[in-house]
């Protein structure tokens, strides 16, 4: 089973990163308003006042709240408490100015900034991963203010231009560090035995349909089971005897030509006449020789349809079973993942009953003759 990464919702990624473009452009004004004329945007040392501690709230306020806007309530409350850490942390900093305790400020912004990134229903991984590039991108961020007013040509431009675009150069590299929010993990569930075992594009009998139908229900809950391995692969293992049993239907089917039955049907009744209209006994008993053997073609064929029709109502189940896990997984999404990993406890056991039972209808299948 391949898997790559790829960016999910591409104008959602940009966007968010020209809102904290501009949130960072705002809190370089607010900054550059409020602050001594003698700091630098983003340094916690040259801060004073109230604004040493209104300064970390507001950053990750305008950042936190520009890159993942607080719908719910606990999102709310996440960020409510990152706005706290990161004012008392670069008002801690302004106080502590010139001891080992300096980048109490930057690393305070970091971490508050860095926590509630990686809220908002993201996947474990995601989520530590969405941390940690916030904290990283938030601490480097800090250091684009002091870089530029080191610079010569800030110092033909007006005072409250320099922290305007240390502002926005912050935003846009936070803004940016979100793209872990963004990432996918996409999983090529179709591997080379299954992809040979899929019915052929354009089939368009029912058990061609069903397996289909089995395959779009796999593909989709498989995306959602990237933290349940166990799920994922009782459900590729099912699949996978869902489209070997299919096949096999479907070659038996295509051996047995259609209109087969209303052929035979009309050969018994032209041999049956030619019997009855017989006077010689020889004659009559090579008729009859040969009603026994259609006869028994036809027994053969009815055995066959019947043995087809449950075919098509096994996969029915079979299929309903792939699908309660796709609609489970994709309702994981929503819910919590305490709920989910009981829900799914009952559907891997239906998962591993429905291949059990596909098992026996195979090995029956297998030793029946064709």
């Not at 203010?145 to 431009?157: I, K, R, T, V, Y």
Request: hydrophobic share 45%.
């Amino acid at each position: 089973m391949r898997q790559s990464i790829s960016i999910d919702n591409h104008s959602g990624f940009h966007f968010t990163v020209l809102r904290t473009s501009l949130a960072g452009g705002l809190l370089g004004l607010l900054h550059g308003l409020v602050a001594p004329s003698t700091s630098y945007f983003a340094d916690p040392a040259g801060l004073s006042g109230s604004w040493s501690f209104f300064y970390g709230a507001s950053a990750v306020a305008l950042l936190g709240g520009a890159a993942v806007l607080p719908v719910r309530s606990g999102q709310r409350a996440l960020l409510g408490l990152a706005v706290v850490l990161g004012g008392l942390s670069t008002a801690l900093s302004a106080k502590w100015a010139g001891s080992c305790c300096a980048l109490t400020g930057p690393i305070g912004l970091a971490v508050a900034l860095g926590m509630y990134l990686a809220s908002g229903g993201l996947s474990r991984g995601q989520a530590a991963l969405a941390a940690v590039l916030s904290a990283v991108a938030t601490f480097a961020a800090q250091k684009i203010g002091p870089a530029l007013s080191a610079q010569d040509f800030m110092l033909e431009l007006p005072d409250r231009v320099s922290p305007l675009l240390a502002g926005l150069g912050t935003g846009l590299v936070v803004g940016s560090a979100t793209i872990a929010r963004h990432l996918k993990l996409k999983v090529n569930v179709v591997d080379k035995e299954l992809q040979g075992l899929l019915p052929a594009a354009g089939a368009d009998d029912e058990i061609a349909k069903l397996v289909t139908q089995a395959m779009t229900s796999y593909e989709q809950a498989a995306e959602c089971l990237d933290e349940h391995l166990q799920a994922r692969q009782m459900a590729e293992q099912l699949i996978k005897k869902i489209a070997r049993f299919g096949k096999k239907w479907q070659e038996i089917e295509a051996q047995t030509r259609k209109g087969e039955r209303a052929q035979l049907e009309q050969r018994i009744a032209e041999l049956q006449g030619r019997k009855d209209a017989a006077t010689d006994d020889s004659v009559r008993t090579e008729y009859e020789r040969a009603l026994v053997a259609l006869r028994e073609q036809l027994s053969y064929l009815g055995e066959i349809e019947k043995g087809l029709a449950r075919a098509v109502a096994r996969l029915h189940h079979q299929v309903a079973t792939l699908d309660r896990l796709r609609l489970a997984a994709l309702r994981h999404r929503s819910a919590g993942a305490a709920k989910f990993g009981e829900e799914l406890k009952t559907v891997v056991d239906e998962l591993q009953q429905a291949g059990q039972e596909l098992d026996i209808a195979a090995e029956v299948l297998t030793e029946s003759p064709n």
